[in-house]
């Protein structure tokens, strides 16, 4: 058993080591000090010591024009600690050739709390501290907003079948509605005709992602300036507001684009601040991954033959070449890149691809009706998408890009789930290898960027997320790194548990761990956040604990996962079972979680393809590719997924490791080194005390 730790606001850089340096005595720290001690006490906030050292250093790199990474804990308040130094330096470069900050979040759901809830509290909080009139905008992809054009019939509906269901024999479609997805779209119509912004988020409640493209396009569908609509046009009109603003908010997946694809799709700017960063390079792989099948391919030539004159035999042709050449092929990466016979597929695509992008061309002399065609755009579009996926995976050996294929299972009657077999449609992806280069050229040669979240460090270096995104090596820009720590005191606060006495995890949970789950559970009164490594872990979890105790288990897939998170944290009792969704975002201080559960130790799947494509990339570089990739992944999860037991400064309780290797792996002092310095024990007796004691029934 070790010694309770001390409370965790000591301040370190990104080695480890103290900080003792004062950036507040610049001017533009101690400016935005001062807006910051203003913003807390209108606000009835205290004073804390990490967010003001935060605050400080975030206004110094802006100062000075350098990159920062930041690790700031639960209680910091790191969305003050970085809104008001960007809204102090947006003050401070106000002009006719001014530029605003971005700050980007990992999700759409972040980004609205932050322009919600954040930014308005503390506009408001400021008032008379800053000047008038500052601006803060939302911006969101092109697919986020209604497009007008669409609705006013300029493209083709996606699915004319599904939006009318005839009642009866001889009804018309003009009959009305009467499908699920037509009354969505009808509402969305409805919405459409009285909203100002467009924006998704706007209709409540929401609607299914098939209804809401009835109404929207992708930015490759996206007419641009031919659009008759585009003055009015929603997207461009949040673009225009952005640009005009001083600070504006957006995600990480648009931040990407902007960086990688050489699209414009936010305003100018020379300042970036990252939220949740140690999301950032999932993030932008996600947004760079492609996926090729037989199936794209020949929606692709459907629909330029149904809305422009381009032959597609050989578009046709290609897509069959391509299900022959993957048939039979297991599913798993492509170590050794395509096959002679996907090649050939893919380079005939390929050719077929931009021959029938040169015939669909309108032609010269057709006047405005050609610039203007939905249908044909939104054709060539898919074909565009298709011609650049498969030239990127033809040259993915030289341009360092993993391939993988994939297959889905489905359900089946009288058999329910059936596992994907060899025979199952196949489909071919594409991500790099490696974001480092493409972001440290794309966002950090040309921007002062600073980076954020609860979880940067692995141990006490940041130099694992630091090489990630490239930061690390010869040529890399220079950077500072701070953990400013935590206000809570975690050694007090909570208990992590290490349960070494169970046996290591096998593929189901063993009869000893649901025992442990529901004793733990049963000594708590409920009350416990459980995080599991598969939803079928989860609910097997679920049903044990159901079977023999009558505490009330809420699971992830019976309903919303807001629903159920909302649920969760109202009544002191219940529990929550769920899966990767729930590490991380969920924050439901004080009693409704007093236990929190890890069956096993997130490492990243075994046929993961970018795992195993980096692990292999690090062995044969001489590293130690499982400590930099699986053990590293882990670190981050489980430092996530433990951050939910402490939310406030009154919470109690008990973080639960169920996997023995944390303890009696080589590798578990690298993992426990990354969790919230709790006070540490394997002794069942000692916290099933705890946990009873905790129980606000006994």
């Not at 459409?192 to 569908?221: C, F, H, M, N, Y």
């Amino acid at each position: 058993m070790s010694a309770p730790a001390s409370p965790s606001a000591s301040i370190r850089d990104g080695k480890g080591r103290a900080v003792t340096d004062r950036p507040e005595t610049l001017p533009g720290a101690a400016d935005a000090l001062a807006l910051l001690d203003t913003a807390v006490e209108t606000l009835g906030g205290q004073r804390r010591d990490g967010q003001r050292f935060m605050a400080a250093k975030v206004a110094e790199a802006l100062e000075l024009k350098r990159h920062l990474l930041v690790q700031a804990g639960t209680g910091t308040g790191k969305s003050l600690a970085y809104l008001t130094p960007a809204l102090h330096h947006a003050a401070a470069n106000r002009g006719a050739a001014s530029k605003p900050v971005v700050i980007a979040t990992a999700t759409l759901a972040l980004q609205s709390q932050v322009v919600g809830r954040d930014v308005p509290r503390l506009l408001g909080a400021l008032e008379g501290e800053l000047p008038e009139g500052m601006e803060v905008a939302l911006l969101k992809g092109r697919s986020n907003y209604a497009c007008l054009h669409k609705l006013e019939g300029g493209y083709p509906e996606d699915d004319d079948g599904a939006l009318f269901a005839a009642p009866g024999e001889g009804s018309h479609p003009s009959s009305g509605p009467v499908s699920s997805l037509g009354q969505e779209v009808q509402r969305l119509r409805d919405w459409a005709a009285k909203t100002d912004a467009g924006d998704r988020d706007e209709v409540l409640p929401g609607v299914t992602d098939l209804a809401w493209r009835q109404i929207s396009v992708t930015a490759r569908e996206c007419l641009g300036r031919s659009c008759p609509f585009v003055e009015e046009c929603f997207a461009e009109l949040a673009k225009a507001r952005a640009a005009e603003s001083d600070v504006v908010i957006t995600n990480h997946a648009l931040l990407a684009i902007n960086a990688f694809e050489d699209l414009q799709v936010l305003p100018e700017h020379d300042v970036v601040i990252i939220d949740e960063a140690h999301e950032l390079r999932d993030r932008v792989t996600g947004a760079v991954t492609g996926a090729l099948s037989a199936a794209t391919v020949r929606a692709a030539a459907t629909s330029i033959r149904k809305h422009t004159s381009a032959k597609t035999d050989d578009l046709s042709s290609g897509a069959d070449d391509l299900e022959r050449s993957l048939s039979g092929v297991p599913a798993e990466l492509l170590a050794r890149g395509l096959t002679e016979a996907m090649t050939a597929a893919v380079a005939r695509i390929r050719d077929a691809a931009r021959q029938a992008l040169t015939d669909s061309k309108p032609e010269r002399g057709t006047g405005q009706e050609a610039d203007t065609d939905g249908g044909r755009q939104m054709a060539r579009s898919r074909v565009t998408e298709v011609l650049e996926l498969c030239q990127r995976m033809l040259e993915a050996d030289e341009q360092r890009e993993v391939l993988w294929l994939s297959r889905v299972g489905g359900w089946e009657a009288g058999r329910g789930y059936v596992p994907a077999q060899d025979d199952d449609p196949a489909t071919l992806h594409i991500a790099p290898l490696s974001v480092a280069g493409q972001l440290r050229d794309g966002l950090f040669a040309e921007r002062t960027v600073v980076m954020t979240s609860a979880t940067l460090s692995v141990g006490e270096s940041f130099d694992s997320v630091a090489g990630d995104l490239g930061l690390q090596g010869a040529g890399a820009p220079r950077w500072d790194g701070v953990d400013v720590g935590s206000p809570f005191d975690y050694g007090r606060q909570g208990i992590l548990y290490l349960a070494k006495h169970l046996e290591k995890p096998g593929r189901q949970l063993s009869p000893g761990m649901l025992d442990e789950i529901l004793e733990l559970i049963e000594a708590s009164g409920g009350a416990a956040l459980g995080l599991f490594s598969s939803r079928r872990a989860a609910e097997e979890a679920a049903e044990h604990v159901r079977s023999r105790a009558e505490i009330p288990i809420l699971c992830q897939g019976e309903t919303s996962l807001n629903s159920l998170v909302k649920e969760f944290a109202e009544d002191p009792e219940t529990c929550l079972f769920g899966t990767m969704s729930l590490w991380q975002g969920v924050d439901v201080p004080g009693d409704s979680c007093r236990l929190v559960l890890i069956d096993r130790i997130p490492f990243p799947r075994p046929d993961d393809p970018l795992s195993t494509a980096r692990t292999r990339a690090t062995a044969e570089a001489g590293g130690n590719g499982f400590m930099a990739v699986s053990a590293t992944h882990a670190a981050v999860r489980l430092a996530q997924g433990a951050g939910r037991l402490i939310r406030s400064a009154s919470d109690r309780g008990v973080v639960a490791i169920l996997d023995s290797r944390i303890a009696t792996a080589r590798y578990g002092g690298f993992l426990r080194a990354s969790l919230p310095p709790l006070w540490t024990t394997a002794d069942r007796t000692v916290v099933l005390g705890a946990l009873k004691r905790l129980d606000p029934n006994t």
